[in-house]
């Protein structure tokens, strides 16, 4: 490249920097979802978010400014290195963000949710533990990732019993069944069966009662 060109590249760089601002990959969104799986347990919901590509990790390091922005190009492509999820997973700003952006609410009321540090960032993801008022039924579960950097980013969502979900921007929150509804519901329907059981054997025992009287 011409040195007059080269400067022209450094001032354009320089500008941008100056200026805080980060020019997104268009493509970035249209590649590899980013995926959350969602489980409970009693009062506790489980919740495992992972980004779909390893530029997106990138992309939003830098927004988070954990990274520095020459990772992402004037043409918007992202430099991803093995160092950025490092960098990221112990981050507080990546755990604020994610508590920022993924909400649970149960019977009306918001679960207090909490980071687990991440082992692998980027093949495993990073799980979030929150913890509701009381022993969980149906939550409601919303995910807002990485649609403030381009609303076209989805989320692929996973539940119990082969629940599925599509998260994305306009349609960030789902309403999801978890064990305990189901554990309930059986321990009543249980409970309801045994009632059954023991009303029949008095019936009968009863009725043998009155017939021996009788005779």
């Known amino acids: 490249m011409p040195r007059f060109g080269r400067l022209l590249l450094g001032i354009a760089v320089a500008a941008l920097a100056m200026a805080g601002g980060v020019l997104p990959a268009a493509a970035h969104p249209f590649g590899d979802p980013q995926t959350v799986d969602i489980a409970g ?3 506790v919901v489980h919740l ?3 980004v ?3 530029d997106d990790l990138t992309l939003l390091g830098v927004a988070l400014g954990v990274l520095p922005r020459d990772r992402v190009m004037m043409d918007g492509a992202v430099i991803y290195q093995p160092a950025d ?3 990221m997973g112990p981050s507080p700003k990546l755990s604020e963000y994610l508590l920022r952006q993924i909400t649970v609410a149960s019977r009306g009321k918001e679960c207090a949710g909490s980071v687990q540090p991440a082992a692998d960032l980027a093949k495993v993801g990073v799980s979030i533990d929150y913890t509701c008022p009381a022993a969980v039924g149906e939550v409601s579960v919303t995910v807002k990732t990485l649609t403030d950097l381009n609303p076209a980013y989805k989320t692929l969502a996973t539940g119990p019993n082969g ?3 599509v998260y994305g921007d306009g349609n960030d929150r789902h309403d999801w069944t978890l064990g305990a509804v ?3 519901h059986l321990g ?3 409970a309801v069966q045994l009632g059954a059981v023991v009303g029949a054997v008095l019936l009968v025992a009863l009725g043998v009662f009155g017939v021996r009287r009788r005779s």
Do not use: I, M, P
């Open 41 to 43: 347990d009693g009062a």
């Open 85 to 87: 999820a490092v960098a």
């Open 182 to 184: 189901e554990e309930s």
């Open 163 to 165: 629940a599925r979900a």
């Open 188 to 190: 009543r329907s249980a």
């Open 52 to 54: 779909g590509g390893l």
């Open 48 to 50: 495992r978010w992972k």
